[in-house]
């Protein structure tokens, strides 16, 4: 690798910009940019930072999509020593206002363009929000806001630029509160450029990779996509959303050499044989995260792949990349499961009394190394419950390591269905049922039960003019040979599922849902 650990992305910067200056670090719609032309670009919003009065631990919210600016913007910001908080594009009014309260955000950068006015978001929840000083649109003028271009073309100053450590503060992730409010994960250098630093040399990405992330750059994993191109100076391809009837063109558009991407990015593709050898041909690693990953379909994946590998990557705002495949891996343990443990980490299994679990058997994971978050934002009650005392942090998943290390992830312990006391995990139903021609997405949830407390409900969305029944399901599970009180009970089919903009199904809404219909 051409940079050293313990580091910062100015230093990451400096250096490609020094070494490789005509090397392109940015790609996409709005044409390539160098090293040599990202730092002055990036030289120049740090000034206007600067001149806004944003240095050291203020922190700067950012909603944009995976596009230019974002990279400018999350570069600007480190180089002013400030703390970058991530906004999802969906976000409007009210979550924005909470998100912001809770970091204290001076400064937020977001889209002022006729189809998305976040701005407008911002600025009709200001008065709430004491602490912010500066809305600062991308796109079209509008009064209360300053203009992003007027900070993009600030004269740049030498002496703006603020020379941090690797312990510093440099990131602020939000959890994706799929069960629960959002919760502010800080990060420090160190943490998170040296866990990413491991894994561009794991995942075999160098200077002369291109790397596309169909994840947004706003979560933790398109972000990580980021980090690790910047480690090996690297081309970072932008995709500035994700749309199913585009994603194939984009892929054949940018001939990545690394694709990061959610099941679902793939699931329609697949599901349409809309996959071709011609297509992934330059493709050397296709990453499938963010949510449970069906082996049906990473099999898919792989089998289109003629000089590359499907891996599986797990991980989470509060330590990055906890585990993953390497391309080197044999295919049964690439498709079907998240790989080992990242470099320096270490990762355990629990039963229900707190006993570490012995190779194959499931329990509670827990994980600790370096990359490892030190705790919440202003949420000490919640930090103090999620670690043990010799520093094990619990996630929340439930996982089982074989004897060579190899994790599969195989629920979460909140999403156990409990019917008549008895629990189950609904993931092994799911991998049935989605690898069933028909089906495009599931999930299975609980639905309230007077009797039993709980029975499953089956979610799914199908490919156009298919069908699918219950009785179908079942007759599958039958030949799986799945016990019968694993069964779901109903089949509801929608034309989507609810998604976090992570791609993680929310599995209260369908319930909600579920429940409604059922009045209904």
């Known amino acids: 690798m051409p940079i050293d650990e313990d580091q910062t992305l100015t230093e990451w910067l400096t250096h490609h910009a020094s070494v490789t200056p005509d090397a392109i670090a940015l790609n996409g719609e709005a044409g390539p940019t160098t090293y040599g032309e990202l730092a002055v670009q990036v030289g120049k919003v740090a000034s206007g930072l600067a001149n806004l009065g944003i240095g050291r631990g203020d922190v700067v919210?950012?909603?944009?999509?995976?596009?230019?600016?974002?990279?400018?913007?999350?570069?600007?910001?480190?180089?002013?020593?400030?703390?970058?908080?991530?906004?999802?594009?969906?976000?409007?009014?009210?979550?924005?206002?909470?998100?912001?309260?809770?970091?204290?955000?001076?400064?937020?950068?977001?889209?002022?363009?006729?189809?998305?006015?976040?701005?407008?978001?911002?600025?009709?929840?200001?008065?709430?929000?004491?602490?912010?000083?500066?809305?600062?649109?991308?796109?079209?003028?509008?009064?209360?806001?300053?203009?992003?271009?007027?900070?993009?073309?600030?004269?740049?100053?030498?002496?703006?630029?603020?020379?941090?450590?690797?312990?510093?503060?440099?990131?602020?992730?939000?959890?994706?509160?799929?069960?629960?409010?959002?919760?502010?994960?800080?990060?420090?250098?160190?943490?998170?450029?040296?866990?990413?630093?491991?894994?561009?040399?794991?995942?075999?990405?160098g200077p002369d990779a291109r790397v596309m992330s169909l994840a947004p750059m706003s979560h933790l994993y398109g972000?990580?996509?980021?980090?690790?191109?910047?480690?090996?100076?690297?081309?970072?391809?932008?995709?500035?959303?994700?749309?199913?009837?585009?994603?194939?063109?984009?892929?054949?558009?940018?001939?990545?050499?690394?694709?990061?991407?959610?099941?679902?990015?793939?699931?329609?593709?697949?599901?349409?044989?809309?996959?071709?050898?011609?297509?992934?041909?330059?493709?050397?690693?296709?990453?499938?995260?963010?949510?449970?990953?069906?082996?049906a379909l990473a099999k898919a994946v792989d089998d289109k792949m003629p000089n590359g590998s499907v891996v599986q990557l797990w991980g989470m705002s509060e330590l990055q990349a906890g585990c993953y495949g390497r391309p080197d891996d044999p295919v049964e343990t690439r498709v079907a499961s998240c790989g080992r443990a990242s470099p320096r980490t270490e990762l355990r299994v629990l039963n229900e009394e707190g006993v570490a679990q012995p190779a194959d058997q499931e329990g509670?994971?827990?994980?600790?190394?370096?990359?490892?978050?030190?705790?919440?934002?202003?949420?000490?009650?919640?930090?103090?419950?999620?670690?043990?005392?010799?520093?094990?942090?619990?996630?929340?998943?439930?996982?089982?390591?074989?004897?060579?290390?190899?994790?599969?992830?195989?629920?979460?312990?909140?999403?156990?269905?409990?019917?008549?006391?008895?629990?189950?995990?609904?993931?092994?139903?799911?991998?049935?049922?989605?690898?069933?021609?028909?089906?495009?997405?599931?999930?299975?949830?609980?639905m309230p039960d007077p009797i039993l407390g709980e029975r499953a409900c089956l979610c799914v969305t199908l490919a156009p003019d298919k069908t699918l029944t219950l009785d179908d399901v079942t007759q599958e599970l039958n030949r799986a040979g799945i016990a019968k009180y694993k069964w779901p009970e109903r089949i509801e089919v929608f034309d989507e599922l609810p998604m976090t903009p992570t791609k993680k199904v929310i599995r209260s809404k369908l319930t909600a849902e579920i429940t409604h219909r059922k009045e209904d």
Not at 233 to 243: E, R
Not at 261 to 273: E, L, Q, R, S, T
Not at 368 to 393: C, H, I, K, M
Not at 420 to 428: L, T
Request: aromatic share 6%; glycine share 6%.
């Open 61 to 205: 919210g950012v909603q944009l999509p995976n596009i230019q600016a974002f990279v400018i913007s999350f570069l600007a910001v480190a180089a002013r020593g400030a703390v970058f908080q991530t906004l999802h594009m969906p976000y409007r009014s009210n979550e924005l206002r909470g998100l912001l309260a809770d970091a204290g955000a001076k400064a937020v950068i977001v889209t002022n363009v006729p189809s998305q006015s976040r701005a407008e978001d911002v600025l009709s929840v200001s008065s709430e929000l004491p602490k912010l000083q500066h809305v600062i649109a991308l796109g079209e003028p509008l009064d209360g806001c300053l203009s992003f271009a007027d900070l993009a073309s600030t004269d740049a100053k030498a002496e703006d630029v603020i020379r941090s450590s690797p312990s510093d503060r440099y990131l602020l992730l939000y959890t994706s509160g799929t069960t629960a409010g959002p919760k502010g994960v800080p990060h420090v250098y160190s943490r998170f450029l040296n866990n990413a630093h491991a894994a561009a040399h794991e995942m075999q990405i």
């Open 364 to 446: 509670s994971l827990e994980v600790r190394g370096p990359s490892v978050f030190d705790g919440y934002l202003n949420r000490a009650a919640e930090t103090s419950a999620s670690f043990s005392q010799d520093g094990w942090f619990a996630t929340g998943d439930l996982a089982v390591i074989d004897v060579q290390g190899f994790v599969r992830i195989t629920g979460r312990t909140k999403e156990l269905i409990n019917r008549g006391g008895v629990k189950y995990n609904p993931i092994e139903i799911e991998k049935i049922v989605f690898a069933l021609k028909p089906v495009t997405n599931c999930a299975v949830v609980p």
């Open 223 to 295: 972000l990580f996509t980021l980090h690790m191109a910047l480690a090996a100076g690297a081309s970072q391809h932008l995709v500035a959303a994700f749309h199913p009837d585009r994603v194939l063109d984009d892929i054949r558009t940018a001939q990545p050499s690394h694709i990061y991407a959610a099941p679902a990015h793939f699931a329609a593709a697949v599901a349409n044989d809309a996959l071709d050898e011609s297509l992934l041909k330059t493709t050397q690693l296709v990453c499938l995260s963010g949510s449970a990953v069906p082996p």
